[in-house]
């Protein structure tokens, strides 16, 4: 089946603007995650949704981060008024969640940001 | 809250065998997960160790010490493909989000 898709895959923007990336998870995964990559760097953690559950935001940098999953699905990572520190790869992951031990996530290919 | 340290670097001749360490610090502990990340590429899931012990796949083996908070990844008969950075992970529970190092980037040569 697909994997994990997201787009847009390049987004440049100017400083101050309203971005929207998109995650589209594998078919039948509840958990979901958004990271953030930084050049040359690990992965950030931001936000996790996992089924009808009330998301983990206790990674998101500022309150201008913020993401919504519709429907158990689709979800959308909104950077409002974005700076230039918020350029980097931004990746999305879902995964089963059946429960059972450390769950293997399955990464899009990201959306790489550049705010001039 | 959870720190993992790797290796920023590694350098290695192609055939040989590599292992990339890494150390943990955590307030809670799911096992150890592997992923590999080539250059403009996702990262993608190689190794799990929940236990301690030696997980074995193909060239690839994962081993976990819990006693010593260590893990390593040891890659044998390395080819040029295996060039590309290498990041553990952890997590809490597992339910929720992994912790990442800052990964490893390996190098192999002729």
């Known amino acids: 089946g697909a994997g994990v898709s997201q787009s847009p895959s390049n987004k440049v923007t100017e400083k101050g603007k309203d971005v929207e990336l998109r995650c589209d998870p594998i078919s039948g995964h509840t958990a979901l995650y958004w990271y953030r990559q930084s050049l040359g760097q690990g992965l950030e953690f931001l936000i996790y949704?996992?089924?009808?559950?009330?998301?983990?935001k206790s990674g998101l940098p500022s309150d201008r981060f913020s993401a919504e999953r519709t429907g158990g699905s689709v979800s959308t990572l909104t950077i409002q008024r974005t700076q230039q520190e918020d350029s980097a790869v931004y990746l999305c992951?879902?995964?089963?969640?059946?429960?059972?031990?450390?769950?293997?996530?399955?990464f899009g290919p990201g959306t790489r940001l550049l705010v001039l | 809250g959870q720190s993992l340290e790797q290796p920023s670097e590694v350098t290695a001749v192609e055939g040989a065998i590599v292992q990339i360490n890494c150390t943990y610090q955590t307030s809670g502990f799911y096992g150890l997960s592997w992923y590999q990340q080539h250059d403009g590429g996702a990262p993608t899931f190689l190794s799990y160790?929940?236990?301690?012990g030696l997980e074995e796949t193909g060239r690839f083996s994962s081993f976990l010490s819990r006693s010593d908070s260590y893990g390593y990844l040891l890659l044998q008969e390395l080819q040029m493909k295996d060039s590309a950075s290498y990041f553990c992970a952890s997590s809490l529970s597992g339910n929720t989000p992994l912790v990442f190092g800052k990964g490893t980037r390996l190098s192999v040569i002729a």
């Open positions: 992951a879902s995964s089963l969640q059946s429960g059972k031990n450390q769950e293997t996530q399955y």
């Open positions: 160790n929940g236990l301690d």
């Open positions: 949704f996992q089924g009808n559950s009330a998301p983990d």
